[in-house]
């Protein structure tokens, strides 16, 4: 599931995209494994957190300036599963609001429970510059 942002500023909310159309810009982000931040490849400036930092069921997920002492920035990801699990209370994953695959929906907080609208994949920028190369040729 692809998410995205409209980074003209800070707390701007990440929603579900259906498919890349736009600038892949707002789409990328840069992921470091070792804190577990995920920050938007546009200037890695901006990383997602919860909504005034809070991490409780249903909290929209909003960029934030990054910063690598903010432990609501930091992720946990769960390679097999395709979970991304709040660092400070793994109880709770990133959420696609509802399983909802509509343009613009909210992606949240939730409580982990497996389902397909918690399950992301991750995909190197080598690799997604090849599918993406393959779905414009066919």
């Not at 070792?34 to 930092?53: M, W």
């Not at 909003?62 to 209370?89: C, R, V």
């Not at 992301?120 to 080598?126: G, K, P, R």
């Not at 690799?127 to 779905?135: F, I, N, P, Q, Y």
């Amino acid at each position: 599931m692809p998410v995205t942002v409209n980074p003209e500023s800070a707390k701007d909310s990440v929603r579900y995209r259906r498919k890349v159309t736009s600038s892949l810009k707002y789409i990328l982000w840069d992921i470091n494994f070792d804190n577990g931040a995920i920050r938007l490849n546009l200037g890695g400036q901006l990383a997602i957190a919860p909504k005034d930092g809070k991490i409780a069921q249903e909290i929209p997920l909003l960029l934030k300036f990054y910063n690598a002492s903010d432990a609501t920035q930091h992720w946990e990801f769960s390679g097999n599963t395709g979970l991304i699990l709040a660092a400070l209370n793994e109880r709770f994953c990133i959420d696609n609001h509802g399983g909802v695959k509509k343009e613009g929906n909210t992606i949240q907080l939730f409580p982990k429970h497996g389902g397909d609208n918690q399950q992301w994949q991750l995909v190197a920028l080598a690799d997604l510059k090849v599918t993406l190369e393959s779905a414009a040729n066919a």
